[in-house]
């Protein structure tokens, strides 16, 4: 009996798997489209993508660099679908997960027997806790890189399950986090499985918190009104780098870190190198301190306080031979200028540039006064970069508002990130996106 009752159910299985794969075959997306929006009150850039079923649209903290996706399983989530990876099953392993978890109250979604846990991480708080592995059906819009096209749905996309205290931190009406990070199971990563793309992702995070920045996954060309198209001869691209130790709030002892590492070797300010200590600007592989990375959950790049105090000191000297006056700190800035000779330009304010000077001289990201500069007020713009103290665990982490108007590609099987330096100077933006669907 109970062997007749297991077959039925293997035979079940398998019939399903099988329409799934056809399903996915009679259509291959070239590659797919999200949304991506800057909350006004948080500064968090969220995405919105379809989960369960029936489908319903969920809002969720775009995390670059986070682990894989994570929700909030214990309140409203309504799922057919829904279906916890038993321990020492293929998800588990895929997750990382190797323990064996019970859970001591009534079966639901986060709650089972038999099922195997992560650590889902707040990045925005640091804070992680226990959460169950588990599968449900993912749908998001294809795109052929200039509209978006017909829906595609994952049926079996691995992700975790949290407690609802978790989200306690991030924007109002998202339910938890959709990390891209190098992990097997980002979405990233299981996207590229699913339809079989190269492992390739970008992101293009708009200026604006009225009008939507996008992010796609598999190849470019990427295209932005009015018909500017962004492929890989439109990039500059510079190696990726591994940290061998993890920078989670929660992690086994021998894990990598899921972030995306850069090497920037110098810093210029109006064309002059400034004075750094290197040793920070390199990760040191036994305690996975110093480096450079890229987050999308730090509104401003954070500098470790050495170099903040070498980087501003030159900034406010440059500054100043243009006339440009000092005013009193705004924060979390912690320096600001009267905008009184201050020239409004196309690439934003005009200030002395900044460039990161990457795997040789003539490589560099090169950061104008609309990503440099923050304007506070009519009459005061801060430099928008904050001190990340002496301990900064990672010496450069460069965020939103560098990469606003910017597109990164981030290619994996290449190992390197390719950026398009700011899309003002192409005349366009990032949130210039056709998002009107073809069918
Ligand atoms: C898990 O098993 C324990 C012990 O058999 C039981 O008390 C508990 O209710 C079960 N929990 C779930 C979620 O099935
Ligand atoms: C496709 O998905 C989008 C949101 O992801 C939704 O608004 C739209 O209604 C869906 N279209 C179809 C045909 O299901
Ligand atoms: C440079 O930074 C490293 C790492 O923090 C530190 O050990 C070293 O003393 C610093 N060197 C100088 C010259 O400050
Ligand atoms: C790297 O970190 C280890 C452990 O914290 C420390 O002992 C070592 O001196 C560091 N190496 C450098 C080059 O700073
Ligand atoms: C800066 O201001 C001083 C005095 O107001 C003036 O003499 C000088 O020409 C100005 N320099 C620039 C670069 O505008
Ligand atoms: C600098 O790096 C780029 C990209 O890796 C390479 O194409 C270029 O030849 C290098 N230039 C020099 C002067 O080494
Ligand atoms: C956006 O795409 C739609 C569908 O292809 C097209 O009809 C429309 O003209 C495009 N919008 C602009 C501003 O080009």
Redesign the pocket.
């Known amino acids: 009996m109970a062997t007749s009752l297991q077959f039925c159910f293997l035979f079940s299985t398998l019939i399903l798997l099988t329409s799934t794969a056809f399903a996915q075959q009679s259509f291959r997306p070239k590659a797919l489209v999200i949304p991506v929006t800057k909350d006004a009150s948080t500064l968090q850039y969220t995405t919105r993508i379809s989960q369960r079923t029936p489908l319903v649209p969920i809002s969720l903290v775009l995390d670059l660099g986070g682990q894989y996706l994570w929700v909030d399983c214990e309140q409203n989530y309504v799922s057919s679908t829904y279906r916890p990876a038993r321990c020492r099953s293929a998800q588990c392993s895929l997750a990382g997960a190797d323990g064996c978890g019970d859970c001591f109250s009534s079966p639901k979604p986060g709650c089972n027997n038999n099922t195997c846990g992560v650590s889902p991480d707040n990045t925005v708080t640091r804070t992680a806790t226990g959460g169950e592995i588990a599968q449900d059906v993912v749908s998001v819009q294809s795109t052929t890189g200039s509209n978006p096209g017909q829906n595609v749905t994952v049926s079996n996309f691995i992700f975790a399950c949290a407690p609802t205290f978790l989200l306690d931190g991030l924007a109002s009406g998202v339910s938890g986090m959709a990390g891209l990070g190098r992990t097997k199971i980002a979405l990233s990563s299981q996207f590229a499985s699913a339809f079989s793309f190269k492992r390739k992702f970008a992101v293009c995070l708009s200026s604006s918190t009225s009008a939507s920045g996008v992010a796609f996954f598999g190849d470019g060309p990427y295209s932005f009104l009015p018909g500017v198209e962004l492929d890989s001869d439109s990039l500059?691209?510079?190696?990726l780098f591994i940290n061998p130790v993890s920078t989670a709030s929660a992690f086994s002892q021998g894990d990598a870190s899921s972030e995306y590492f850069i090497g920037v070797k110098s810093i210029k300010v109006n064309d002059k190198a400034v004075t750094i200590n290197t040793t920070l600007l390199s990760i040191n592989t036994t305690s996975g301190v110093g480096g450079t990375k890229i987050s999308t959950v730090n509104p401003y790049t954070v500098l470790e306080a050495s170099i903040f105090k070498a980087v501003t000191e030159a900034f406010i000297t440059e500054s100043a031979a243009r006339n440009i006056s000092r005013v009193n700190a705004v924060a979390p800035f912690e320096v600001c200028f009267s905008t009184e000779n201050v020239l409004s330009t196309r690439l934003g304010p005009s200030v002395p540039e900044i460039d990161l000077v990457?795997?040789?001289?003539?490589?560099y990201w090169r950061i104008f006064g609309a990503n440099s500069m923050v304007y506070v007020s009519d009459n005061v713009v801060c430099l928008g970069f904050v001190n990340g103290g002496e301990d900064a665990r990672t010496s450069i982490v460069i965020g939103g508002h560098q990469l606003e108007d910017n597109l990164v590609q981030f290619d994996l099987a290449a190992s390197r990130v390719g950026f398009s330096s700011t899309l003002l100077g192409r005349q366009t933006t990032c949130s210039n996106f056709n998002f009107t669907s073809v069918a």
Request: proline share 10%; no cysteine.
């Open positions: 500059t691209y510079t190696p990457l795997q040789n001289e003539s490589t």
